[in-house]
T-cell receptor, first 112, second 114 residues
């Protein structure tokens, strides 16, 4: 158990819908990263937050957004969902930006 | 940009066989290098890491050496077990604008048969 929790574990929804994925980092970790794992693209970095502020953006679509709250949990919002958004979404956290990242178990999103 | 190339799988080995999974990288500067493992239905776990040239990372019988001259970080284990069956990802991180996001290879699925 990495100490990083993600909810829900599974999510099934329809095209055009909007969903929110939640991540609680390890206690004391300030940095949260979001990654997408799909069959086509493999594991890709989406976005990073550090202590409530956006720190870096990767291959994140404009339909996707994220935020980190004062209690340091983070949410990834996916809107106008398409079939191609079906993937495993991982959250990872680290104490500071340069420390080892610990991964959560992931949320499996299926868009029908 | 940064990229990681690792050997395509799947790889099937008999128990106690020798394992090598090749990984090469392209990066500006001097990245840190990692091997992550993903067991079925689980998230990623850090297996080992190396932060500078000639460093050797090791854990649970697995080893990898950071070779700057060949830009490689090959994963090896002398005697695999059935419990090593998983997907292995090579990754790098590099500080660009204060972020250490990971860049992953495509993963290599390892199956070990008794």
């Amino acid at each position: 158990d990495s100490g990083v929790t993600q909810t829900p574990k599974h999510l099934i929804t329809a095209t055009g819908q909007r969903v929110t994925l939640r991540c609680s980092p390890r206690s004391g970790d300030l940095s949260v990263y979001w990654y997408q794992q799909s069959l086509d693209q493999g594991l890709q970095f989406l976005i990073q937050y550090y202590n409530g502020e956006e720190r870096a953006k990767g291959n994140i679509l404009e339909r996707f957004s994220a935020q980190q709250f004062p209690d340091l949990h983070s949410e990834l919002n996916l809107s106008s969902l398409e079939l191609g958004d079906s993937a495993l979404y991982f959250c990872a956290s680290s104490r500071e930006t340069y420390n080892e990242q610990f991964f959560g178990p992931g949320t499996r999103l299926t868009v029908l | 940009g940064n990229s990681v190339t690792q050997m395509e799988g799947p790889v099937t080995l008999s128990e106690e066989a020798f394992l090598t999974i090749n990984c090469t990288y392209t990066a500006t500067g001097y990245p840190s290098l990692f091997w992550y493992v993903q067991y079925p239905g689980e998230g990623l776990q850090l297996l080992l890491k190396a932060t500078k040239a000639d460093d050797k990372g090791s854990n649970k019988g697995f080893e990898a050496t950071y070779r700057k001259e060949t830009t490689s970080f090959h994963l090896e284990k002398g005697s695999v077990q059935v419990s090593d069956s998983a997907v292995y990802f090579c990754a790098l991180s590099y500080s660009g604008a204060g972020s250490y996001q990971l860049t992953f290879g495509k993963g290599t699925k390892l199956s070990v048969i008794p």
